[in-house]
């Protein structure tokens, strides 16, 4: 059974930086041959894509955060994380980890809030 769980958010101030970090039990990242993905969810808004990054440590961005959110993952740790720098008050939501080819499986969310 494949479980993901997410930790690391929190309150902020703009400019301020955060690490997420997503760990996976059930599916070893050394050989998992889909993306590990990092979405979110502000209020009122749809899901969206943030950050992915393939087994082979390819990483892809949205526009929104290039620049300023770094996707990496370690696989002896079996944990996928995203560090977040410059953060402004637009970047809150709520954070998921997702992986799978769809993908499928998703962790339950870390809050990520930024005050202005």
């Known amino acids: 059974q494949v479980q993901l769980v997410e930790s690391g958010g929190g309150l902020v101030q703009a400019g301020d930086s955060l690490r997420l970090s997503c760990a996976a039990s059930?599916?070893?990242?050394?050989?998992?041959?889909?993306?590990i993905h990092w979405f979110r969810q502000a209020p009122g808004k749809e899901r969206e894509s943030v950050a992915r990054?393939?087994?082979?440590?390819?990483?892809d961005y949205a526009d929104s955060v290039k620049g300023r959110f770094t996707i990496s993952r370690d696989n002896a740790k079996n944990t996928v994380y995203l560090q977040m720098n410059s953060l402004k008050p637009e970047d809150t939501a709520v954070y998921y980890c997702?992986?799978?080819?769809?993908?499928?499986?998703w962790g339950q969310g870390t809050q990520v809030t930024v005050s202005s």
């Open positions: 997702a992986a799978g080819r769809k993908p499928e499986y």
């Open positions: 059930g599916l070893a990242l050394s050989n998992y041959l889909y993306d």
């Open positions: 990054i393939s087994r082979y440590a390819n990483a």
